[in-house]
């Protein structure tokens, strides 16, 4: 089945690094995303790894994959409190349609 | 600002009415993905267009029905609403190539909150 799993909260220091992690059901997924969410708002796109890749590195963000374990993390560096809000991990799922099959997100809240 | 607007941006409507949600796209894309986000949740894939015409439904019953039009914009229809309809709707634009058999990554608008009471 199609399935994205993430845990529900994190909580960091300002200055700290920040990792989120992400697991993955299905191993057909190109791409994996991460998006961001600020209360009352839509979804806004932060980065994204394609399926051959190992990591990816976007100025204070970096994103590692390990597709044996269909395992998914991104590293926010320097935490910042502005990086606080819901932080989404996102399958695509090639079937005929280009669906994302999203977590059910992880809320980063960093203590000044 | 990714390009993607949508309206109205909040709605209150009664049970077993219907209602109407509006999406435009990005400049030059031409696919537009609808998705439901409870609250709480991670959105729900509805349902996307490509050029018009539907190319792939999630599991959503016949009530949530959708059109794209020549400019590649786009329409949420959800009829006989329910309590459980309230949510946050999003709608996502890419650019996708039949020819390729590729997409590129969507982007999402600011979304419309439905509350049905």
């Known amino acids: 089945g199609e399935d994205v799993e993430q845990s529900l909260f994190l909580s960091v220091r300002e200055g700290d690094s920040s990792v989120i992690n992400c697991t993955y059901t299905?191993?057909?997924?190109?791409?994996l995303y991460w998006y961001k969410q600020e209360p009352g708002a839509g979804l806004q796109l932060l980065t994204y790894?394609?399926?051959?890749?190992d990591m990816k590195q976007d100025q204070r963000l970096t994103v590692l994959l390990n597709k044996k374990d269909k395992h998914l993390s991104l590293r926010i560096a320097d935490t910042q409190t502005g990086d606080s809000a819901i932080y989404f991990c996102a399958a695509q799922i090639v079937s005929g349609t280009y669906k994302y099959i999203f977590g059910t997100g992880t809320r980063l809240k960093v203590l000044a | 600002e990714t390009g993607v607007t949508q309206s109205p941006t909040h709605l209150i409507k009664t049970r077993g009415q219907q209602v109407t949600l509006r999406c435009s796209s990005q400049?030059?894309?031409?696919?537009v993905s609808w998705y439901q986000q409870a609250l709480g949740q991670g959105p729900q894939f509805i349902f996307q267009?490509?050029?018009?015409?539907?190319?792939g439904r999630g599991n959503f019953p016949p009530r949530f029905s959708g059109l794209q039009f020549p400019n590649y914009s786009s329409e949420l229809n959800v009829n006989a609403l329910e309590l459980d309809d309230s949510a946050l709707y999003l709608c996502?634009?890419?650019?996708?190539?039949?020819?390729?058999?590729?997409?590129?990554?969507?982007?999402f608008g600011q979304g419309t909150r439905l509350t049905v009471v």
């Open positions: 400049s030059g894309h031409n696919t």
């Open positions: 996502a634009s890419s650019a996708g190539s039949q020819g390729s058999g590729s997409n590129t990554e969507a982007f």
């Open positions: 790894i394609f399926s051959n890749m």
């Open positions: 267009y490509y050029r018009e015409e539907e190319n």
């Open positions: 299905d191993s057909s997924s190109t791409y």
